[in-house]
Nanobody
């Protein structure tokens, strides 16, 4: 059974860092694309970052230079390193998988992890 489990969220002060993890079971990240999304209260879900099966990455303009997506095939986990966090980064963060290895139209989603940036 295909499953995604996010972890690593929490409360952090502005300017701080967090690393989110998305552990997969039932499939290997090596062959598929992983996306990170977020949804803040009262707002629509937005794409944050993606890494394709080939290793290509992309980022939303709002996080470029601050967030880094990566993949550890041995641990079958995708990470989102978030630095220089701002209050507007507060949201529930979700990871998702595209079974074609492309950064679009995701097939399965995790439950999400809360990130709160506040002093």
């Amino acid at each position: 059974q295909l499953q995604l489990v996010e972890s690593g969220g929490g409360l952090v002060q502005p300017g701080g860092s967090l690393r989110l993890s998305c552990a997969a079971s039932g499939f290997s990240w090596h062959y598929f694309a992983a996306g990170w999304f977020r949804q803040a209260p009262g707002k629509e879900r937005e794409g944050v970052s993606c890494i394709s099966s080939g290793g290509s990455t992309n980022y939303a303009d709002s996080v470029k230079g601050r967030f880094t997506i990566s993949r550890d095939n041995a641990k079958n986990t995708v990470y989102l390193q978030m630095n220089s966090l701002k209050p507007e980064d507060t949201a529930i963060y979700y990871c998702a998988v595209n079974l074609l290895g492309l950064c679009r139209e995701y097939d399965h989603w995790g439950q999400g992890t809360q990130v709160t940036v506040s002093s």
